[in-house]
């Protein structure tokens, strides 16, 4: 089994050896806003199939293709309702990447000031 490299913890920005839980998280506590990062739950796929269908075009300006994605416009961890219809925007694939690296390099030049 090939070895893994340490990885940053997310909330203190110190080296974690790879699959171990970072001293600055409890081990009772779960992870942050009880999100599971995955999506998967029933009630997520549900949602997500309903925006779609109810959606089913890229809500970014200008845009017409079809949506295969659904994204919290207020992300999850910075307190977003993860079922909130009024939170959720169907978006093509390009678009939905183009947001979340945007809201990475906003989350790391905020990370880098602190």
Do not use: F
Not at 13 to 37: E, L, M
Not at 62 to 91: F, M, T
Request: include cysteine; proline fraction near 7%; charge should be positive.
């Amino acid at each position: 089994m090939p070895v893994r490299p340490p990885r940053v913890c997310n909330k203190c920005r110190k080296t974690v050896p790879a699959r171990q839980r970072c001293s600055c998280s409890p081990a009772w506590s779960s992870n942050r806003n009880d999100y599971t990062g995955s999506g998967s739950t029933r009630r997520w796929r549900t949602t997500r199939a309903a925006k779609l269908d109810a959606d089913p075009l890229c809500e970014w300006r200008g845009c017409r293709r079809l949506a295969v994605e659904v994204d919290h416009i207020k992300p999850v961890s910075q307190g977003g309702d993860r079922y909130d219809w009024n939170n959720l925007q169907s978006l093509c694939h390009p678009h939905h990447e183009r947001k979340t690296l945007l809201e990475a390099a906003a989350a790391r030049a905020a990370a880098s000031t602190t």
